[in-house]
């Protein structure tokens, strides 16, 4: 039987990469449909424009880090997660190149935000052979959830109109 851990860091930080992981595995099976179909995109172009929003998010990343360290990991990871969740959002009312490559960088900005926090709140609660498990546990719930997530954006697959997809986004952010 599967139990939730009983640790008061390790607990929260389960639950929170069970829904990112629950809303990028949506987001990773719908999302290029999204973008070509629904906002009217190239392949090319919703390339590139991930790759401007990738660059920012390494940046971010260490910024994430950097502040982390200053306010607080705990205040990082909630500011993060509640602003990747609105930045997904944003991609259902995105609708030409300009805010497709804007929402695209602000989620990639959170997301490296988010993910320094992250780490750093294990490595602060937790040492040695302890942190290595609450690592691997953290990245089963990560696999695992975001299989579910692709399995749950299927749905919007098999139906394969504007509308699915667009609640789907919807969803994705709300899961977040």
Request: proline share 3%; charged share 15%; aromatic share 8%.
């Amino acid at each position: 039987m599967i139990r939730p851990p009983s640790d008061p860091v390790e607990r929260p930080l389960v639950g929170a990469v069970a829904a990112l992981s629950l809303a990028r595995g949506m987001f990773f099976a719908v999302s290029a449909l999204y973008f070509t179909r629904m906002i009217g995109l190239s392949a090319v172009t919703v390339g590139i424009g991930l790759t401007v929003a990738g660059a920012v998010g390494v940046v971010a990343t260490y910024a994430g880090g950097r502040l982390s360290d200053r306010w607080g990991a705990d205040r990082v990871q909630l500011w993060a997660m509640a602003s990747y969740g609105i930045a997904l959002l944003a991609y259902a009312l995105a609708r030409d190149l300009a805010a497709f490559v804007l929402v695209a960088t602000w989620v990639s900005a959170s997301r490296g935000f988010q993910s320094s926090a992250q780490s750093t709140l294990v490595a602060r609660w937790f040492d040695g052979p302890d942190r290595v498990a609450v690592r691997a546990r953290l990245r089963v719930v990560m696999n695992v959830m975001i299989g579910v997530g692709t399995l749950l954006a299927a749905l919007a697959l098999a139906v394969d109109t504007g509308a699915a997809y667009r609640a789907t986004m919807v969803l994705v952010g709300v899961l977040t």
